[in-house]
């Protein structure tokens, strides 16, 4: 078992950044794929960012591409989205995911994760 645990989550203006981060423990002596995802209220959830293990393999959805940046620093067992330009349609919950088998373009759907953690809200002000 894995448990991921997102923070960095908060109340943002508009043009503002936020760095959100995924800890996990646990079973985590296995190479994970990790992933951001969201949902706002009323929408489906979407996909954000997605990294492998290695991090040789990066995915941002067209919607966060130039704004956003996933990373991941192994040894902390840590992810990171650093959100830049923040904009009001950016708000949300966004859940933090992990697989242990997950990659390619599997990598960007939330049905390929097994692991969740319980998500943070992003509020950005207009």
């Known amino acids: 078992q894995v448990q991921l645990v997102e923070s960095g989550g908060g109340l943002v203006q508009a043009g503002g950044s936020l760095r959100l981060s995924c800890a996990a423990s646990g079973r985590t002596n296995s190479a994970y794929t990790m992933g951001w995802f969201r949902q706002a209220p009323g929408k489906e959830q979407e996909f954000v960012a997605a990294i492998s293990w290695s991090g040789g393999d990066e995915f941002h959805a067209d919607s966060v591409k130039g704004r956003f940046t996933i990373s991941r620093d192994n040894a902390k067992n840590t992810v990171y989205l650093q959100m830049n330009s923040l904009k009001p349609e950016d708000t949300a919950v966004y859940y933090c995911?992990?697989?242990?088998?997950?990659?390619?373009?599997?990598?960007?759907?939330?049905?390929?994760?097994?692991?969740w953690g319980q998500g943070t809200q992003v509020t950005v002000s207009s």
């Open positions: 995911a992990a697989d242990p088998l997950t990659s390619g373009v599997d990598m960007l759907y939330p049905a390929e994760y097994e692991y």
